[in-house]
């Protein structure tokens, strides 16, 4: 396991599924709080980390709206997505693809300005300092009405030029992604990518509803699609990515034990699968520690790990030739390896 540990630590990897919200330490947050002047309910950094317990989703999601609360200028923002990109930088990720989630902080009376600024001046500055190439992914709180998800899509449209895509997150159960249909149509005519959370709570009906109503161009988690051997077939068949994420899935209690998580299931059956990490600071661990703990939990080969990679960079919203340059830092990796 060390020589593939060490392998994976090497590895140039690609992040596709990440709420930079999510990438929130405690030790920014008390920093951050007392910057704001804001405080939080917890004493110490060992508190924050205690609470962090969850037994579903919507327990984390709770906690993770409470954590938002002390992003408020530009430069907090800034701090944050600088924080994240100099953290992966050390895990040898070379391109990133992160998810915002604006209406938790314009609820908050945060301009979306504000927001975006802060978030693409560090990713900027991520790309010609260390070389991480970049998406930003616009996400809608699925919680909330398709109304105000639509404002939110119209307040982002000055900013188009720094959004790649929009997304769909938050409480799965009970807010299905035909609930969001024409605001996604809208995203689409506007020449942004779409994706979705769906099957990570919910059910394969709520991943159908993505694929065929919301018309998304990869999907986030997607666990579940397993439970239905045709809609299986078809993903497996249309060649989709799925974004999963390990850590997330066993610590929202989606997979009680590492061993059985759905990926050796997506692998066999030919899904078009990549690693990723969510919300590491509430999920204890960024894109290593969620390669390690599915390689280790489920005995995946050193073949496996790269299959995974390489999906990881075919999966990207980039051009066919910036592809093609990740994967020659990949193979330029495997060459030296071996
Ligand atoms: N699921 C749904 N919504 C989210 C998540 C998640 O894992 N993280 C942040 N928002
Ligand atoms: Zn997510």
Request: proline share 4%.
């Amino acid at each position: 396991m060390t020589a593939l540990r060490k392998f994976i630590e090497g590895l140039p990897k690609t992040e596709l599924h990440l709420h930079i919200e999510g990438s929130l330490e405690p030790e920014l947050m008390f920093a951050l709080a007392k910057r704001n002047n804001i405080s939080l309910p917890f004493k110490t950094i060992e508190d924050v980390r205690a609470a962090y317990q969850f037994s579903e989703l919507q327990d984390f999601l709770d906690i993770y709206y409470q954590g938002m609360g002390v992003l408020q200028t530009e430069q907090d923002f800034y701090d944050l997505t600088m924080a994240y990109l100099n953290k992966v930088h050390s895990q040898n990720v070379m391109h990133v693809e992160i998810f915002f989630d604006p209406q938790g902080h314009t609820e908050r009376g945060i301009s979306m300005d504000t927001v975006i600024s802060g978030i693409t001046r560090a990713l900027e500055k991520g790309q010609r300092e260390l070389g991480i190439s970049y998406k930003l992914i616009m996400c809608f709180l699925r919680h909330l009405s398709e109304d105000a998800a639509m404002e939110t899509l119209e307040q982002a449209l000055p900013f188009k030029d720094k959004l790649c895509g929009v997304g769909l997150d938050s409480s799965e159960l009970g807010h299905p992604p035909s609930k969001f249909k024409n605001v996604f149509a809208r995203a689409k005519e506007e020449g942004l990518y779409l994706v979705a959370h769906a099957g990570e709570e919910g059910p394969p009906a709520y991943v159908y509803e993505a694929l065929d109503v919301l018309k998304i161009d990869r999907l986030d988690h997607g666990n579940r699609s397993l439970e239905d051997a045709d809609l299986t077939a078809r993903l497996a068949k249309s060649q989709i990515a799925l974004t999963v994420c390990p850590l997330s899935n066993y610590k929202l209690a989606g997979v009680k034990d590492m061993s059985k998580h759905p990926l050796g299931e997506m692998l066999s059956k030919n899904l078009n699968a990549t690693i990723n990490s969510d919300d590491p600071a509430y999920f204890g661990g960024y894109m290593n520690e969620n390669y390690l703990a599915v390689t280790e939990a489920l005995d995946l080969g050193m073949d496996e790990v790269i299959t995974l990679a390489r999906n990881g960079v075919a999966a990207t919203f980039c051009t066919t030739a910036e592809k093609s340059a990740m994967m020659q830092k990949l193979d330029d990796y495997l060459d030296q390896w071996t």
